[in-house]
């Protein structure tokens, strides 16, 4: 009898922080790992971890903004694997807090790339994600309140936008699949948390590692 197939599990924004211990935490089980982010050495000292844990893993250099590269990598997934069983979007970009009448109209275009990227994501890996029924694609949202909007403007409209495109997927394929969930992690030291909060008291927050572990949990039904 041969060995049941592995799962494929697409992670974004795995070079560090949180979806770096994600892949971590995954290699526990058993999986194939894809693992995307725009930094090569971070990707391929992850990958040697990935392995020492049991897991098997592919290494897929990406800029989640570059559509004609994403394509090419959704090509190549394809071509080899077939179908993706499980996607977990964590990849986001660091948005500055400033005054709303700061910003400048190209700015602002940059500053909205977390929305761009959500939806680059769906229209790229929905595909391979309907190949299998039983699919997950799990998106990591801040839905966190915060004590003031100052400052938080086009913070917030990028969650909230993307938020909105998020449900809008999960109502337009709930009858059919994948599934569609998300997953609000507390708090954590990433490089985004400190640009929104420069100089917070980093000791207070949950580590990425204790977030990826419950991120894991969540999903267990699914792996």
Known sequence: MSPPKKKIVLITGASRGFGFQVALSLAEKNLHLIITSRTVGALESLSDKIVASGSTVTIAPLDLGKEK???????????????????????SSAIPMAPIETIQKNELINLFQNTFMTQQVIKMIDP?????????????????????????????ANRLASGE?????????????PTILTFNPK???????????????KAKLNTCE???KKMVKFISSFL
């Open 128 to 156: 391979l994600l309907k190949k299998n029924p039983s699919s997950l694609a799990l998106f990591i949202q801040d839905t966190n309140e915060y004590r003031s909007n100052k400052f938080f403007g086009i913070y917030n």
């Open 69 to 91: 590269d994403f394509q090419i990598v959704a090509r190549s997934i394809y071509e080899r694997f077939g179908a993706i069983d499980i996607l977990i979007h964590s990849a």
């Open 165 to 177: 495109i998020i449900a809008a997927y999960a109502a337009e394929r709930k009858r059919l699949g």
């Open 210 to 212: 204790t977030e990826a």
């Open 187 to 201: 708090p954590m030291p990433t490089k985004i948390r400190s640009v929104l909060f420069p100089g917070e008291n």
